[in-house]
């Protein structure tokens, strides 16, 4: 079960990266949401390293 939570947050994660990444791609990218895209990624980033 473990093995399945880490995997999930994993592919949360590259989610996250990927829409950051069109986010900053854009023509006019909205800054607050690369700021909360960043957050989440940060919180699962250190919800993965307490596992």
């Known amino acids: 079960m473990q093995s ?3 995997d999930a947050l994993k ?3 590259a989610g996250l990266e ?5 986010e ?4 006019a990218p ?5 700021q909360q ?3 989440q990624k940060l919180l699962i980033k250190e919800e993965l390293a307490s596992c």
Do not use: G
Request: no cysteine.
């Open 4 to 6: 399945s939570h880490v």
């Open 11 to 13: 592919a949360k994660h």
């Open 18 to 22: 990927a829409r950051l990444h069109e």
């Open 24 to 27: 900053q791609t854009r023509p």
């Open 30 to 34: 909205d800054i607050a949401m690369i």
């Open 37 to 39: 895209i960043k957050k």
